[in-house]
């Protein structure tokens, strides 16, 4: 066999990967095409809905729920910007189908099942962090951001000792921004939701631990402070509920790491690859007859 052939050979099974991946993306393209073209469709009751938690701070404060358009084509983008996003959400459990069926093939069956969970989490978390940020988040942080407004002599209430009583200074939005804001936010804290599934896979393939996970927990804080202050809005409420729900899950992904430890753990022992030796020359402190060792020298 000449070494042609045996090139042509080693490449095959390369080409028939890259055929797959393409038809896979090809089907994911077009189920996310059909879920923006659906979105497109309904884009002003969802539009609608997502400006709930604006007109709930303006009710309570006696406005209008209003929104205005400050360009001709400001409308058209909008509506796009929620085909897009809503487009992505609908196509995300088939676009997940796709990815699981393209690399199923070249995993092992414990691996089939260690990684199945995660990709069926993972939708999960974001959709429980979307949820988070809309319903508890964005309202606070829009009572936060309309508490500026200033009413005048014929208004409900004056910010502050010094406004001018004929002054007011009210708001008067655009769609387009209220929905980038808004968007913001429920992606930010969908993908905050989604720490305690890479922590965990990244535990099951071994790149972290919890030991690990736990002596960097002081750097894990700040980190989390940075991300509640860029985020949120300038709200100490609202910063105060993101970095206790983030270092919460940070938390629990310590707990799910140790849990991945412990059933791995358990499984090498079952196989009789576990040493226990190997264990106590990393830990010596735990070996009970160092202990015992350690008492009698104490003694003398």
């Known amino acids: ?39 497109f469709t309904v884009a002003t009751p ?10 709930q701070v303006l009710a309570e404060g006696g406005q209008d729920c209003a929104l205005i358009f400050i360009s001709p084509q400001e409308g058209f983008f909008v509506a796009i910007k929620i085909s897009f996003l809503g487009g992505f959400i609908l196509a995300f459990p088939y676009i997940g189908f796709q990815m699981w069926r393209f690399v199923a093939p070249g995993l092992y069956k414990n691996e089939k099942g260690a990684f199945l969970p995660f990709l069926i989490a993972s939708p ?14 964005t309202p606070l942080a829009y009572d936060f951001f309309l508490g500026f407004q200033q009413f005048g002599a014929s208004g409900e209430a ?22 980038n804001l808004t968007i913001k936010f429920i992606v930010a804290f ?38 509640a202050a860029l985020v949120t809005p300038p709200d100490v409420i609202t910063q105060i509920i993101l970095f206790v ?51 009698d020298a104490d003694k003398k």
């Open 124 to 137: 999960f978390m974001f959709l429980l962090g979307a949820s988070f940020a809309f319903y508890v988040v």
């Open 190 to 227: 969908g993908l905050c939701f989604q720490l305690p599934v890479l922590l965990t896979l990244m535990g099951q393939a071994g790149l972290v631990s919890s030991e690990g996970l736990g002596s960097v927990r002081k750097y894990a804080v700040v980190a989390i402070l940075v991300l």
């Open 245 to 295: 729900v983030v270092y919460g899950l940070y938390e629990l992904s310590i707990l799910l790491v140790r849990r991945v430890e412990t059933k791995r753990e358990a499984k090498l022992r079952a196989e009789g690859y576990y040493d226990d030796e190997d264990e106590m020359e990393a830990h010596p402190e735990d070996d009970p007859l160092m202990a015992e060792f350690d008492e």
């Open 158 to 179: 004056v910010v502050g000792e010094q406004v001018n009583q004929g002054l007011s200074v009210v708001f008067q939005g655009s769609a387009q921004e209220y929905l």
């Open 46 to 55: 969802i539009f609608n809905f997502l400006t709930a938690p604006l007109c």
């Open 1 to 39: 066999m000449s070494n042609t052939d045996e090139i042509d050979d080693s490449t095959a099974p390369l080409i028939e990967h890259l055929a797959e991946l393409r038809s896979r993306l090809i089907h994911s393209v077009a189920a996310f095409l059909v879920g923006m073209i659906i979105c």
